[in-house]
């Protein structure tokens, strides 16, 4: 029995799966696919995951060294339902894999900042608090007293998401690939070939389902059901479904060093934020990293590939120049790190999770679109959901509910 879009409320079903002899095969290793192999396995499925170039490798968006993890979303209470349940996730995660790692999550709150009376954060306050989610809300005198390294002087309004914070995102993904190996994932590193013309060699695979998928290797991988979480790779895997559904763009992040000896820009004191009207957001200094700072706006078209992935000197002014109004005593500090990285946009930012039309038995998990990170954790509980058929797809989540025409809603 299916019930329509069930999993989408935040309460996302529970992956009490019965599948001894299913055989899954989960094409990226990224955090969409990882989740999504760890809730297949959890379930009793036996789960091959795949990777071209390795879990949450350098090119991949979930690569980078951190990701935020906030339940902001304005007025859409979907996302802020998926964030905290997949939060939850994530630490109870972290607890099973014990204290082996470094913290993959640090709880130093996420700050919303705005200049002026901003609807978007105004609006946010107010969702989070009818949900009742943990926040402090601010005016500027008790920003400049909280934090007096943070300029705010122009902000009327700012709110912390006092249990939120950020997750290290690539090691979060490796760590999970290596404990979902440990209890018998197979972990291959291998590229799932397309040939422009979609999966090689569909017409020799009955009508309707699909399979097997061949690897560049020759390797001939057969499965009941397959999972494509190809990040910004997907329009590439399949060109004439998503082409004109997914784009990936250039992001850029640029890491400034803190001034030696100096601890204000440690999690301690500097929380992650978010300056939705500046188009700018950023991390505290962790693991002696450097403060991040990351240019929100789309950027142009990129190849995951092959894109240029060497930081430009426009990208660095714009970082400054927020620093100098906001963290002035950051302005000149020295880029010590950069990471291009990509997006891969929806129309409206919505995730795409949905089944190929032409198969039966696999399934697209993708558009994080700047924002999907967080979520890995209730795209995998939701996509093992679907497979089983207890849920259907989500009408946001669906082939035709994404455009083909930009008009980012969802941030
Ligand atoms: C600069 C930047 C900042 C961001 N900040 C945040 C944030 O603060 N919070 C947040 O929640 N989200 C954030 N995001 C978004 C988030 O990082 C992504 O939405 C998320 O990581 C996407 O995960 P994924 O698993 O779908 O894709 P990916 O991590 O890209 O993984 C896809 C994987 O598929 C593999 N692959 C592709 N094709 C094939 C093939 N044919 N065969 C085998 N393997 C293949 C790739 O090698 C890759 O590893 C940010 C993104 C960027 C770029």
């Known amino acids: 029995m299916r019930s329509h879009g069930h999993g989408c409320n935040g309460r996302a079903p529970r992956a009490q799966l019965q599948w001894p002899r299913v055989h899954i095969v989960v094409i990226g290793a990224g955090a969409f696919g990882a989740w999504t ?63 082996r790692h470094a913290p993959l999550f640090h709880p130093c709150g996420v700050l919303w900042l705005a200049s002026g009376e901003d609807a978007y954060t105004k609006i946010t306050a107010e969702t989070l608090q009818r949900e009742a989610y943990p926040i402090t809300v601010l005016d500027a005198d008790a920003v400049r007293r909280r934090f007096p390294h943070i300029d705010a002087g122009d902000v009327a309004t700012a709110l912390i998401e006092t249990d939120c914070g950020v997750l290290m995102a690539r090691r979060a993904v490796q760590a999970l690939v290596a404990h979902l190996e440990e209890r018998g994932v197979r972990v291959l590193r291998a590229r799932v070939l397309m040939d422009g013309a979609e999966l090689r060699h569909p017409q020799s695979q009955p009508a309707g389902s699909l399979t097997h998928v061949t690897t560049l290797d020759g390797e001939t991988l057969p499965a009941d059901t397959f999972v494509f979480a190809c990040g910004a790779w997907l329009p590439k ?114 995730f795409l999770i949905d089944r190929h039309p032409d198969f039966d038995n696999v399934w697209i998990a993708g558009g994080g679109s700047g924002h999907g990170f967080k979520h890995g954790p209730a795209v995998g509980e939701h996509v093992a959901a679907l497979i089983q058929g207890t849920i259907t797809t989500e009408p946001r989540f669906s082939l035709a509910g994404n455009g083909t025409q930009p008009q980012r809603k969802v941030f």
């Open 237 to 350: 895997v399949f060109p004439s479904l998503l082409a004109g559904r997914i784009w990936p763009t250039r992001q850029v992040v640029i890491y400034f060093g803190v001034p030696s000896g100096d601890v204000r820009f440690g999690p301690q004191y500097t929380p992650a934020w978010v300056d939705f009207a500046a188009g700018i957001y950023g991390v505290p200094d962790l693991e002696g990293r450097g403060l991040k700072v990351g240019l929100d706006r789309h950027g142009p078209l990129f190849d995951p590939d092959d894109g240029d992935r060497v930081l430009d000197e426009p990208s660095i002014d714009t970082a400054r120049e927020w620093l100098r109004r906001r963290m002035p005593a950051l302005a000149e500090a020295p880029v010590v790190e950069s990471r291009v990285c990509q997006y891969e946009n929806t129309a409206t930012g919505d």
């Open 37 to 99: 192999a760890h809730q297949l396995q959890t379930g009793g499925a036996n789960v091959t995951l795949v990777d071209a170039y390795g879990p949450a490798n350098a090119r991949a968006s979930s690569g980078d060294e951190s990701r935020i993890i906030r339940c902001g979303y304005g007025a859409d209470v979907m996302y802020s339902r998926w964030a905290r349940r997949s939060l939850l996730l994530w630490r109870e995660q972290f607890q099973r894999m014990g204290r």
